[in-house]
């Protein structure tokens, strides 16, 4: 298996994580229902110190963003690397976060 096809990011459904061919580097998640909208809450990061620098992290949470924006589901980002990182960097995925005073002002 070459380096690429190790780092290529895969949907691992039955564990809820996105993670690299070789399973070394992760996002873990949680798929729920919150006030009546589907979210997908990113939970945790990883990725090994022999794989940093070679933008993993922004690869796996570009995938399960665009997995959540094609299922319809708001991302509630619990994870710090997402919410203090990835979501500064790419403030064009924020249009897909949930916000939790969404039903309040309805009301």
């Given at each position: 298996?070459?380096?690429?096809?190790?780092?290529?990011i895969?949907w691992?459904?039955?564990?809820?994580k996105?993670?690299?061919?070789d399973?070394?580097?992760?996002?873990?998640?949680e798929?729920?229902?919150?006030?009546?909208?589907?979210?997908?809450?990113?939970?945790?990061?990883?990725?090994?110190?022999?794989?940093?620098?070679?933008?993993?992290?922004?690869h796996?949470?570009?995938?399960?963003?665009s997995?959540?924006?094609?299922?319809s589901?708001s991302?509630?980002?619990?994870?710090?690397?997402?919410?203090?990182t990835?979501?500064?960097?790419?403030?064009?995925?924020n249009?897909?976060?949930?916000?939790?005073?969404?039903k309040k002002?309805?009301?």
């Amino acid at each position: 298996m070459t380096e690429e096809e190790k780092n290529k990011i895969v949907w691992n459904e039955r564990e809820s994580k996105f993670e690299t061919e070789d399973k070394k580097a992760y996002l873990e998640y949680e798929v729920r229902c919150n006030g009546g909208v589907n979210v997908m809450d990113i939970t945790h990061t990883y990725v090994p110190p022999i794989k940093r620098g070679l933008g993993l992290a922004s690869h796996l949470c570009t995938a399960a963003f665009s997995h959540a924006q094609h299922h319809s589901l708001s991302i509630i980002p619990s994870c710090s690397y997402v919410s203090d990182t990835f979501l500064p960097r790419n403030p064009t995925w924020n249009s897909i976060r949930y916000k939790e005073d969404v039903k309040k002002s309805n009301m």
